[in-house]
């Protein structure tokens, strides 16, 4: 009796519910434990960021709950479902490092692939492409080729493209990672005011202390050798926030216990 | 003002060509000379004369049966069997040139469609990889003289004659650059590319459509201008020893038959034009798919910066 309702609170709140999850790749030279012994719940409408040294796990954690990779050992679910069903289901969109943008398809075709892909009739997709390009701020571009965008554009396209599905759950791994830091602000603003909008789910990974802080509700601190979890952080800081939030000691303080996380975390004698 | 760079940049083009083609004149004659001369001395000899030096120089360029033809020699005869010859007469160029060309086409157009077939079987599987990609590696190392006149013989006691059989051999040549360009270019896609298709559970069908096919194009039409070029090797070699009796093959052999070597470099410099236009067209074909694709961004980032 009280299992089965536990169970149902979960499904109507959890959205990835992970539990002593573990990953190895067999290489030549022995087993690499990318992930190991992570636990994890993430809820409908968080904002949750992985952030981590290079060879944490954070984006193999991302790619697990994409069904991209599968976990060796432990339970997953997305959706109250296995990563494979929910996949199949369509549960999310995935905004690569790299915009992974068709070259040879225009930003609204781009935006309409999975659209195509998922068999709906066209005066949807026409629909659907227009509002999400809007969404992301590129409304008269929809002729143009990926090549003739800058890259911060490039990147928005590619959220279109996400969006474009109408997942609750959003992934998104490092996507501001190659852009200059103006144009990230200036993306970071809009993806919170996009989350607040539509209140999704949102999995972030990240490097940037000060972008993990700035947009997440809770913040999952990382660490390699083997990957895992080293703190969860939940934030305090509301809801609605601009970039000037940045200045305040409450961020700040934020910022420096994830800071010290990442610290104790890293062997540094491992790194040249 | 704007045209003016593209205008120094296409004399800049020329300009090697050009020099290249006169560098190579330039040698022809002077190999001829040297390779004629022997024959201008015999006869000499034989007549018991002793003609000047310059006298027997400038006899070399017009022998009847030259070792080696001077170019002017080559380029009259080209004129005299083509513009200067009726298309349906068995002495045209022109007629043997087509004649060869249509098995050529015919062998090239079965040799790009069974390519590109035998790389999608490859791609989409693995034991095909492993079982099939020696053999067709294997196809290419048998010398193609040896085996033509089997495939005759074998495709005539089917009875089949004619086109098909010449046009079987082309395709043998040129269907292997087509697969080895093909499996790189279904396997091409970037790695988020195929991650991204696999976020949608999109179905083998559509990521061969919607990915792997547009990626392979470009990487299609470089194969496919190796593939031309060698279905016309392919149809010439064979009319070689089959006896034929038209063709740009049946050309060069009954030249070789009777010493006409000013008729069998004719030949063979119309085959070497015939196939640098077909690589000329192939290119263009792929140009044009690669604009139709939004892929030319050269000529666009340059229109665009002016």
């Known amino acids: 009796m009280y299992e089965a309702l536990t169970t149902q609170e979960n499904q109507a709140s959890a959205v990835i519910d992970i539990a002593q999850l573990s990953l190895t790749f067999p290489t030549s030279d022995g087993d690499v434990h990318a992930l190991s012994d992570i636990n994890l719940l993430i809820n409908q409408g968080d904002f949750v960021s992985f952030i981590g040294p290079s060879g944490c796990g954070k984006t193999t954690l991302l790619r697990v709950i994409a069904d991209l990779e599968r976990a060796t050992a432990g339970s997953i679910q997305v959706n109250g479902l296995s990563p494979a069903e929910a996949r199949l289901a369509r549960a999310y969109g995935y905004v690569f490092q790299a915009a992974a943008l068709y070259p040879w398809r225009t930003i609204a075709r781009n935006v309409a692939l999975p659209l195509e892909i998922m068999g709906l009739n066209s005066r949807d997709i026409e629909q659907r492409v227009r509002h999400n390009l809007e969404l992301v701020n590129l409304s008269g571009f929809e002729k143009k080729y990926p090549w003739q965008l800058s890259g911060g554009m490039q990147q928005r396209a590619s959220i279109a493209r996400a969006l474009a599905v109408e997942p609750d759950l959003l992934l998104m791994d490092e996507p501001f990672g190659a852009l200059d830091e103006i144009v990230r602000d200036h993306l970071n603003e809009q993806l919170l005011q996009l989350w607040a909008k539509t209140n999704k789910t949102v999995v972030f990974v990240t490097h940037s202390i000060p972008e993990a802080v700035y947009l997440s509700s809770r913040i999952v601190v990382m660490s390699p050798r083997p990957g895992r979890i080293h703190d969860i952080i939940d934030s305090d800081l509301p809801r609605e926030r601009d970039l000037s939030i940045r200045e305040t000691p409450e961020f700040l303080a934020l910022a420096n216990r994830v800071r010290d996380g990442l610290r104790a975390g890293h062997s540094y004698d491992e790194v040249a | ?306």
């Open chain 2, 1 to 306: 003002m704007s045209k003016t760079p593209a205008k120094v940049g296409r004399a800049a083009a020329w300009l090697p060509v050009a020099t290249v083609v006169f560098g190579i004149l330039l040698l022809w004659y002077v190999f001829a000379v040297v390779l004629n001369l022997p024959w201008e001395k015999s006869v000499a000899t034989r007549a018991g004369t002793s003609p000047a030096m310059m006298s027997m120089v400038e006899n070399t360029m017009r022998q009847e049966r030259p070792v080696l033809p001077a170019p002017h020699q080559v380029v009259e005869e080209i004129i005299n069997t083509t513009v200067k010859k009726k298309i349906t007469s068995k002495r045209s160029l022109v007629f043997h040139a087509g004649i060869t060309l249509s098995s050529s086409m015919l062998g090239f157009a079965m040799g790009t469609l069974l390519g590109i077939l035998l790389a999608i079987a490859i791609v989409y599987n693995r034991a095909l990889n492993k079982s099939l990609m020696p053999w067709i590696i294997a196809s290419q190392t048998i010398p193609i003289l040896a085996i033509a006149p089997m495939i005759i013989v074998v495709l005539n006691a089917v009875g089949i004659q004619g086109l098909l059989p010449k046009a079987f051999i082309s395709m043998y040549l040129s269907f292997f650059p087509v697969v080895v360009g093909m499996v790189k270019g279904l396997n091409s896609p970037d790695r988020s590319h195929v991650d991204l298709m696999h976020t949608y559970s999109a179905s083998p069908f559509q990521t061969f459509f919607k990915l792997r096919l547009p990626t392979s194009l470009p990487y299609l039409f470089t194969s496919m201008k190796v593939a031309v070029a060698i279905s016309l090797v392919g149809a010439i070699v064979a009319e070689l020893p089959t006896g034929a009796v038209a063709g740009l093959g049946a050309r060069l052999l009954a030249g070789s038959y009777y010493g006409q070597t000013i008729q069998i470099w004719s030949a063979l410099v119309v085959a070497s034009v015939l196939a640098a236009l077909l690589v000329m067209i192939v290119d263009l074909l792929g140009r044009w798919v690669n604009r139709r694709m939004g892929l030319a961004r050269n000529d666009n980032a340059a229109a665009g910066a002016h």
